[in-house]
């Protein structure tokens, strides 16, 4: 039972030490010198190192070399420079703790004491936003204790290393005055202080892990498992939709050494680093204030809040594109040619992790252009279009060499009339267009009776039902940012959030989308959104905009995570739908009681949704893998 539960968090503690010590190897060594803060040790290194293990992975899998010794190797490469700067951080912080006795005593109750608050907050935070301590299953109960565990040991250490003004007012107020031995006669350095950093985000991270059904992660985890099972992709371009789906690589490290359990924390722990992240940007920015503020209004988000607890690869999303967004700033205001090598990868990899980032990555990259032709002019911003565009390409160089070898078309199946490809025809192409469109006309007949439901219905808009609709959530989006954004421009940071804004919304738009599809957005908005918080904060006459927008999103708190299950319909039904479904649509309908299955199709009930699947889209995204399905199936 411990092994259970210590098993998990071990070695989700290892994966993400080692994916960020990859990427710190790169940050630190290879493009720039090391930042101070938590944005510039912990998150673009961590950024990057999901960028190269992501790219890795897609190699060895399409090179069927996708074995556990693959996993063993990335993790040994990426712990070399975290137990190398441990080494030297071992001498420094033993000769700082033990140099003076009432450093020790000082640190280890600041310690308690912060351990003690944290476990405070998580008993009055509202349980839709974090687990509770009575969990029924005593894998939960361990954790808990384990935690309890490592809060003494990590917080006194922390406070060594950035707590010092702290430990100082704590012997001052004890009557104690620190002399000139008490100070640290060793300087850490830069190196331990970022391991420090990304053991304390992981402390925070555990601290905060919501409650996840077990049947949560049935859906998403099918493509890992496939691989993990077969060891590698088939020779069929249609396993990934004929798209890169980078990012459910990445969930074969922690669900091969983990299991589930390290995939939840895994999936979470991004939300978790974007509230971190937007907090030390504000706070960099506008100060401790602004960094609270942006905080909270990505935490008590209706859509944040709705998917939090879902194994799902939007929170990841919502990670890189504001670590791509910061990257894009930080260039932009320097004209460092390494920041847009990193923003060029960060871009890549978007367009690289799903398919719904690609109008997004599109976006971003002509608003790199952008700033090129600004400060360049054509003739000399060629070459670094050129140079940008390469590095852009290169996270989706494997997907396409994949498509290219199986088909003979890298962009398979798009492209068709172009390039040709297996086992396609234009008969078909042709179909399924007519298909879309009709169903995406269904879909926007009534926009007109959404946007009176919306402006008719304030509560149903605090209670976010009609956040589903896509049309809704675009005027909800331009009713609430339109005055944002006018003062965004003013601070020059809007041309950049504007034009993502715009080209996520191509995505909303389509037919098929969940409100899961908008949690990458959110981060976007509430940078857009800063520099009017922060006039309303030095200037009460923008008050009247802020405050009904914070009202707002604290009443979002009222709505509670729902808990997700996933069902199918009787195994043997599958059979039939293998010998009699040819096409290679499926489709979707929101309201399950006025739908009946159609005759070859096999209907699977997620997310209070029907998904009606044919065999070709069955076969490829659940691997034909019934059992999980069985397992999955609510009793």
């Known amino acids: 039972m411990i092994q259970l539960a210590i098993q998990p968090i071990l070695w989700i503690v290892l994966l993400n030490l080692s994916l960020w010590g990859i990427g710190f190897?790169?940050?630190?060594?290879?493009?720039?010198?090391?930042?101070?803060?938590?944005?510039?040790?912990?998150?673009?290194?961590y950024a990057i190192g999901l960028v190269v293990v992501s790219g890795l992975l897609f190699l060895l899998a399409t090179l069927h070399f996708f074995v556990p010794l693959s996993i063993w190797i990335i993790l040994i490469v990426g712990l070399l420079p975290v137990l190398t700067f441990a080494k030297k951080g071992f001498h420094a912080l033993s000769a700082h703790l033990f140099r003076n006795p009432f450093d020790l005593i000082a640190n280890s109750l600041l310690g308690v004491v912060c351990f003690l608050f944290f476990l405070?907050?998580?008993?009055?935070?509202?349980?839709?936003?974090?687990?509770?301590?009575?969990?029924?299953?005593?894998?939960?109960?361990?954790?808990?204790?384990?935690?309890?565990?490592?809060?003494?040991?990590?917080?006194?250490?922390?406070?060594?290393?950035?707590?010092?003004?702290?430990?100082?007012?704590?012997l001052s107020l004890a009557g104690l005055t620190p002399g000139q031995e008490s100070s640290c006669s060793t300087k850490p350095n830069q190196g331990w202080g970022a391991v420090m950093t990304a053991i304390l985000a992981h402390f925070f991270l555990f601290l905060f892990v919501p409650r996840f059904a077990h049947d949560t992660l049935a859906y998403h985890l099918v493509i890992p498992k496939t691989i993990l099972n077969f060891g590698g992709?088939?020779?069929?371009?249609?396993?990934?939709?004929?798209?890169?789906?980078?990012?459910?690589?990445?969930?074969?490290?922690?669900?091969?050494?983990?299991?589930?359990?390290?995939?939840?924390?895994?999936?979470?722990?991004?939300?978790?680093?974007?509230l971190i992240t937007l907090f030390s940007f504000g706070r960099s920015?506008?100060?401790?204030?602004?960094g609270f503020l942006l905080a909270f209004l990505y935490l008590t988000g209706p859509t944040i809040q709705d998917h939090l607890q879902l194994a799902k690869v939007e929170n990841s999303l919502s990670f890189m594109v504001l670590?791509?967004?910061?990257?894009?700033?930080?260039?932009?205001?320097?004209?460092?040619?390494?920041?847009?090598?990193?923003?060029?990868?960060?871009?890549?990899?978007?367009?690289?992790?799903?398919?719904?980032?690609?109008?997004?990555?599109?976006?971003?990259?002509?608003?790199?252009?952008?700033?090129?032709?600004?400060?360049r002019g054509l003739n000399g911003g060629a070459r670094?279009?050129?140079?940008?565009?390469?590095?852009?390409?290169?996270?989706?160089?494997?997907?396409?060499?994949?498509?290219?070898?199986?088909?003979?078309?890298?962009?398979?199946?798009?492209?068709?009339?172009?390039?040709?490809?297996?086992?396609?025809?234009?008969?078909?192409d042709r179909q399924l267009?007519?298909?879309?469109?009709?169903?995406?006309?269904?879909?926007h007949s009534g926009l007109l009776n959404q946007l009176k439901a919306v402006l008719l219905s304030p509560w149903d808009l605090i209670a976010a039902k009609h956040l589903r609709g896509r049309f809704s959530f675009l005027v909800i989006l331009g009713l609430f940012l339109a005055p944002f954004l006018r003062e965004s421009w003013r601070e020059r940071t809007a041309p950049i959030l504007l034009l993502a804004l715009l080209g996520y919304i191509m995505w909303v738009l389509f037919p098929?989308?969940?409100?899961?599809f908008l949690v990458p957005v959110i981060p976007l908005m509430i940078l857009g959104a800063a520099p009017l918080f922060h006039r309303a904060i030095r200037n009460p006459r923008y008050g009247w905009i802020v405050l009904p927008a914070l009202l707002l999103m604290g009443f979002s708190q009222l709505r509670f995570p729902r808990t997700l299950q996933l069902e199918a319909f009787t195994p043997e039904g599958y059979q039939h739908i293998l010998e009699t479904t040819t096409t290679t649509r499926y489709s979707l309908w929101r309201e399950v009681e006025k739908k009946v299955p159609p005759d070859g199709r096999i209907a699977v009930f997620f997310e209070e949704q029907v998904y009606y699947l044919d065999r070709p889209y069955f076969y490829h995204w659940f691997g034909g893998n019934m059992e999980i399905l069985r397992q999955a199936k609510t009793p």
């Open 25 to 45: 190897s790169v940050f630190s060594a290879a493009l720039f010198r090391l930042d101070k803060g938590f944005i510039g040790r912990v998150g673009f290194p």
């Open 120 to 170: 405070a907050l998580r008993l009055v935070i509202p349980p839709s936003m974090m687990g509770r301590l009575q969990y029924p299953d005593p894998e939960a109960r361990l954790f808990y204790l384990f935690l309890m565990g490592v809060g003494f040991i990590l917080f006194p250490w922390g406070a060594s290393l950035w707590g010092r003004p702290a430990v100082d007012r704590i």
């Open 233 to 274: 992709f088939e020779p069929n371009s249609n396993l990934f939709f004929n798209m890169p789906h980078n990012w459910e690589l990445l969930y074969t490290l922690p669900l091969w050494g983990g299991g589930p359990t390290a995939v939840k924390i895994f999936s979470f722990q991004h939300s978790v680093l974007v």
């Open 285 to 290: 920015q506008w100060g401790s204030t602004m």
């Open 323 to 375: 670590y791509t967004t910061l990257a894009f700033l930080k260039w932009r205001e320097n004209e460092d040619t390494r920041w847009m090598i990193l923003f060029g990868l960060l871009g890549g990899w978007l367009m690289g992790c799903k398919y719904t980032m690609w109008g997004l990555s599109g976006v971003f990259f002509l608003a790199a252009l952008g700033v090129i032709l600004k400060n």
């Open 384 to 428: 670094m279009a050129l140079l940008l565009g390469a590095v852009w390409t290169v996270p989706v160089l494997p997907w396409l060499v994949k498509n290219f070898w199986f088909t003979g078309n890298p962009v398979y199946p798009n492209l068709f009339s172009l390039f040709g490809g297996a086992n396609w025809s234009e008969t078909l």
């Open 433 to 443: 267009r007519h298909q879309y469109f009709q169903f995406f006309w269904e879909e």
């Open 512 to 516: 098929g989308n969940e409100s899961r």
